[in-house]
Nanobody
Framework: VQLQASGGGLVQAGGSLRLSCAVS????????VGWFRQAPGKEREFVAV????????YYVDSVKGRFTISRDNAENTVYLQMVSLKPEDTALYYC?????????????????WGRGTLVTVSS
């Protein structure tokens, strides 16, 4: 499985961005996709995860109500819509794939990781 995140950029506080994660996988394979982020000088943290069908999702408390994860399996793409952005959302955002869906902030099970896309929120 290969993943590539895109869509990052510079935005003012209160603004919006939509990140995309293009996934390339063997035909017939199923996987959940999670978004993670790493701010400068901080450890990587979980942001959100979505199940293969798209019916299930889970978010870290700090982004609930502001971020929405979705997917289009026909396009092999997972999205992270971010609104009401805050300076503390500034980070390098990564997407990762897991053959199972786990509604928690664990990193365990994410066997495949893409390169990140940088989101910078100015105050």
């Amino acid at each position: 499985v290969q993943l590539q995140a895109s869509g990052g950029g510079l935005v003012q506080a209160g603004g919006s961005l939509r990140l995309s994660c293009a996934v390339s996988a063997r035909s017939g394979s199923r996987y959940s996709v999670g978004w993670f982020r790493q701010a400068p000088g901080k450890e990587r943290e979980f942001v959100a995860v979505i199940s293969w069908s798209g019916a299930l999702s889970y978010y870290v408390d700090s982004v609930k109500g502001r971020f929405t994860i979705s997917r289009d399996n026909a396009e092999n793409t997972v999205y992270l819509q971010m609104v009401s952005l805050k300076p503390e959302d500034t980070a390098l955002y990564y997407c990762a794939a897991d053959p199972y869906y786990t509604p928690s902030s664990t990193f365990f099970g994410y066997d495949y990781w893409g390169r990140g896309t940088l989101v910078t929120v100015s105050s």
